[in-house]
């Protein structure tokens, strides 16, 4: 695509940028909405059990997989245990066992369903750590593709995810009905 000639570029500083209003994810953020102080949204999606409704697509005895509300990438999920904690010490060891072969097992679905080049898998273990939800451990697993430099959409230019939540929660559900 050709610049506009009639545009100084030099002047535009930094540069030129699109930009998505999302005054909801801002508020979130802000702490502005605050969560439920008797339940955490992880464990209200336990409670309800694995549906679109929930974001919670998959169950195993002592975790889960849920997707994020707010995605970085298109297959974003999180893995989670189903008991609210939020010191990954205090797991039991079945519990750290189990959250271990789920997040596994996710991984060999993000690359599956997405095709992914690579992957960040990472916690935030705490609030001064950056965990949005510190009470409740969840684990990211986010599908990269080469030249895919948009990783927090918070600082980049422009973030599209292209795929609808519907769609990632049928994609893993599917995944992991075809598995059970």
Known sequence: MAKDPKINWDEVWPQER?????????????????????ECVFCLAEKKGPSLESLCVYQTQHSMLVLNKYPYNSGHALVLPRRHEGDLTKLSDDEYLDLNLLLRK????????????????????????????????????????????NFFP????TKLVPEELEQTYQNYKNYFDLQS
């Open 18 to 38: 699109d930009y998505i209003t999302r005054p909801d994810r801002l508020k979130y953020l802000r702490r502005v909405v605050k969560p439920n102080d008797t």
């Open 106 to 149: 996710t991984v060999s679905a993000v690359k599956s369903i997405y095709n992914c080049a690579g992957l960040n898998v990472g916690l935030n273990h705490g609030k001064v750590a950056g965990a949005g939800i510190p009470d409740h451990l969840h684990w990211h697993i986010i599908p990269r593709w080469s030249g895919d430099t």
């Open 154 to 157: 918070l600082i980049a230019e």
